[in-house]
T-cell receptor, first 115, second 110 residues
Framework: DTGVSQNPRHKITKRGQNVTFRCDPISEHNRLYWYRQTLGQGPEFLTYFQNEAQLEKSRLLSDRFSAERPKGSFSTLEIQRTEQGDSAMYLC?????????????FGDGTRLSIL | EDQVTQSPEALRLQEGESSSLNCSYTVSGLRGLFWYRQDPGKGPEFLFTLYSAGEEKEKERLKATLTKKESFLHITAPKPEDSATYLCASGGGTASKLTFGTGTRLQVTL
């Protein structure tokens, strides 16, 4: 399977702990995106990378959140000092950049539950 | 700010009963209107991209159309396996990010 892969699929943690999620995009895709989705809502954009450069961050991305894509391949999203409101599904997507606005292909997400 | 509104929130159809889902958008400089299907516990699955008014795309029982203000997802003779949440998203400006609506939950019964 050559789709977008996210790990772990589920994460349960206590409030105040740090968590890190990993995303492996489709191999030839140089754009990588992070979204957050809560129950009954559509995904909300958090940030995106073109190769290793982080080009845009949403105001939703507080200073407790940090994302990296060190070699332009996989990416990590870290949340420090987790809060109840961080409970959500965190989705990663990837796309090509050639020829206009290419469709983004999503992984199956990491579901975060804060106790 | 880009806005995408989907209706209805939920739709229940009997197998074979055709219908349409609506997506209204307000975007400065639309660069693609995207339809996705999402099953429970899964990520969105790409269905279609539409770029200009008048464009239509089809896949099996689904057809997506686009006007200057709206997009429609027509479902012809649906089957129970078409049950899912259908999400509409706009790409605007220089954008790479997508702005999603809240989705339409479709249930198709026998």
């Amino acid at each position: 399977d050559t789709g977008v892969s996210q790990n772990p699929r589920h994460k349960i943690t206590k409030r105040g702990q740090n968590v890190t999620f990993r995303c492996d995009p489709i191999s030839e895709h140089n754009r990588l995106y992070w979204y957050r989705q809560t129950l009954g809502q559509g995904p909300e954009f958090l940030t995106y990378f073109q190769n290793e450069a982080q080009l845009e961050k949403s105001r939703l991305l507080s200073d407790r959140f940090s994302a990296e894509r060190p070699k332009g391949s996989f990416s990590t999203l870290e949340i420090q000092r987790t809060e109840q409101g961080d409970s959500a599904m965190y989705l990663c997507a990837s796309s090509l950049t050639t020829g206009g606005n290419q469709p983004q292909h999503f992984g199956d997400g990491t579901r975060l539950s804060i106790l | 700010e880009d806005q995408v509104t989907q209706s209805p929130e939920a739709l229940r159809l009997q197998e074979g009963e055709s219908s349409s889902l609506n997506c209204s958008y307000t975007v400065s400089g639309l660069r693609g209107l995207f339809w996705y299907r999402q099953d429970p516990g899964k990520g969105p699955e790409f269905l279609f991209t539409l770029y200009s008014a008048g464009e239509e795309k089809e896949k099996e029982r689904l057809k997506a159309t686009l006007t200057k203000k709206e997009s429609f997802l027509h479902i012809t003779a649906p089957k129970p396996e078409d049950s899912a949440t259908y999400l509409c998203a706009s790409g605007g400006g220089t954008a790479s990010k997508l702005t999603f609506g809240t989705g339409t939950r479709l249930q198709v019964t026998l």
